[in-house]
């Protein structure tokens, strides 16, 4: 790292930085794809970073800064789009549109759905990802509360609650879990430790808000719910997938996106033995993954790698951790990620490398993953079903059940800080 706070570099990448974040904030009102603006402020950052260390003498300083987090980037992405084929290819086999069918099919009152969607939410999001599990939980409830508006909020509340939970003790969970994971500084078997917090940060607004869900049901609804040949062979792919990839890495040492990798072997497989009697295409599933999501994972690890390089992030650290301590700052963080994507700012918490205990980053791994529920456009979960129930689900109807969110979020650290009180 230098220090280049002060200099004028230093105050454009900054800038630079702040400007592509506001677009990506103000994505529903510019028109934005969120990704345009900071894949434009990364290159520009490194750009001027390039042309003031190059007039220096100090081009290799550079050249390594950019390779080491451009390899993070690679290994996420490479991660990522595996995970993500392997829940469009569930998708397409129609195993979501089976258990939403099953679900709105089992003629459960409307306390029964809030509780079932949001605990599948809860359970699901561990292994698919948050987006997908609150789409599938929210079409479950759009179907069944369309005659009832007082169940839809709160379920929709619920659901976003449940899936970022869900997500914040497994290492598949999220990406905040999954960059820590690939970081190292969490081992996979710890990531559990987290279960009990999550489970509070879920049930205690799930029991708060349970009162307020009318009594009786929807009318059943009668849909075939038939999945797809080859969907049960899939998703005993996807798990061997995860097994390969945390084995790969425990027992072997691999990096796991080399296990992961071998996991979309598996899957092209499968295809060339289903494409005479049910076709089946991988690639077009890679083709319809997150991209937009994916180069803006891209735009702001190299953002803020680059502030990082300038000294920024060494300036963050000190003022968050050095003073008010790591405790003070993980929470503070947590609350900051239902405002700011949690992407960046675990990323810069794990550029700093604050030294801190294995609890710490188990506690900076809950708030981040959960923080985001205070707020519906704090997490990719509450966005999507904001989209999905326009008319019902509200960033302000959201907002009326934030202080139940937030009991749930100080339970959840408190109950990590009691159970796991030897980590720190």
Excluded at 94 to 113: D, M, N, P, T
Excluded at 139 to 162: K, L
Excluded at 177 to 187: A, H, S
Excluded at 241 to 248: C, D, E, F, P
């Amino acid at each position: 790292m230098i220090d280049l706070t002060g200099h004028w570099v230093g105050w454009a990448a900054l800038a630079l930085f702040t400007a592509a974040y506001a677009l990506v904030i103000a994505e529903d009102f510019t028109g934005l794809r969120k990704s345009k603006p900071v894949v434009m402020a990364a290159g520009l950052i490194w750009g001027l970073i390039a042309v003031v260390l190059t007039g220096q003498g100090r081009s290799a300083e550079v050249e390594n800064a950019v390779r080491h987090v451009f390899l993070d980037y690679a290994e996420l992405l490479l991660f990522l789009l595996v995970a993500m084929t392997y829940v469009n290819a569930l998708e397409e086999r129609r195993v979501f549109e089976a258990l939403r069918i099953r679900l709105a099919s089992a003629g459960l009152g409307y306390r029964g759905l809030f509780w079932a969607t949001g605990g599948l939410a809860f359970i699901l999001s561990p292994v698919a990802d948050n987006l997908t599990t609150a789409l599938v939980m929210g079409t479950v409830v759009m179907a069944v509360g369309r005659d009832e508006p007082r169940f839809i909020t709160p379920a929709c509340v619920n659901i976003v609650v449940a899936a970022n939970a869900g997500g914040a003790f497994s290492p598949f969970g999220d990406i905040t879990t999954l960059m820590v994971w690939q970081k190292g500084v969490v081992p996979f078997g710890d990531f559990f430790r987290l279960f009990p917090p999550a489970l509070v940060n879920f049930a205690l607004p799930a029991v708060i808000m349970h009162w307020a869900i009318p009594r009786g049901g929807p009318p059943l609804h009668s849909e075939c719910a038939e999945m797809r040949p080859g969907a049960k062979r899939i998703m005993a792919l996807f798990v061997a997938t995860i097994a390969t990839a945390v084995l790969g890495h425990t027992m072997l040492h691999l990096p796991p996106v080399i296990g992961m990798m071998t996991g979309l072997g598996y899957l092209l497989l499968l295809a060339y033995g289903l494409k005479r009697s049910h076709p089946f295409d991988v690639f077009h599933r890679i083709a319809n993954v997150e991209w937009d999501t994916l180069l803006f994972f891209y735009g702001v690890m190299m953002c803020v790698g680059g502030l990082g390089l300038l000294g920024y992030l060494g300036l963050l650290s000190v003022t968050l951790y050095g003073g008010i301590g790591p405790t003070g700052a993980n929470v503070l963080i947590g609350v900051l990620s239902a405002i700011l994507d949690n992407i960046p700012l675990m990323f810069a918490v794990l550029t700093m490398q604050p030294d801190m205990s294995l609890g710490q980053w188990l506690l900076i791994t809950l708030t981040t993953g959960v923080g985001g529920s205070l707020l519906s456009i704090g997490s990719a979960a509450g966005v999507a079903l904001m989209g999905q129930a326009r008319a019902s689900y509200t960033f302000s109807s959201h907002l009326r059940w934030t202080p139940a969110v937030a009991a749930g979020y100080a339970a959840a650290i408190a109950t990590h800080w009691g159970m796991n009180r030897a980590l720190f």
